[in-house]
């Protein structure tokens, strides 16, 4: 493995060591996509840290941000994160 696909697996990492990002990622893993109104609500936090967290999330590469209308409809960008979450945490 490269040190550049190292470095971006490291950076995948350290976003999802986050608790309310990898409970972000394991909302949106529910749905095709949701937008930000939707993921604060069901995580009970507010719209700031809701977005903060999405930006950083999307900016990782780890989702995909859609803005449609008025509303930014975020989804995972790879399913596979998942799989791998689930492995992590059965250890």
């Known amino acids: 493995m490269g040190c550049e696909k190292s470095l971006s697996t490291a950076e995948i990492f350290k976003a999802l060591s986050n608790p309310l990002r990898l409970n972000m990622v394991k909302l949106l893993a529910t749905s095709d996509q949701m937008n930000v109104t939707e993921i604060y609500k069901n995580l009970n936090i507010k719209q700031a840290i809701a977005s903060h967290q999405l930006n950083i999330l999307r900016n990782k590469n780890i989702l995909h941000s859609e803005r449609i209308g008025k509303k930014t409809f975020y ?4 399913r596979q994160i998942i ?3 689930d492995l992590v945490m059965s250890v």
């Open 75 to 78: 989804s995972l960008k790879h």
């Open 83 to 85: 799989e791998a979450i």
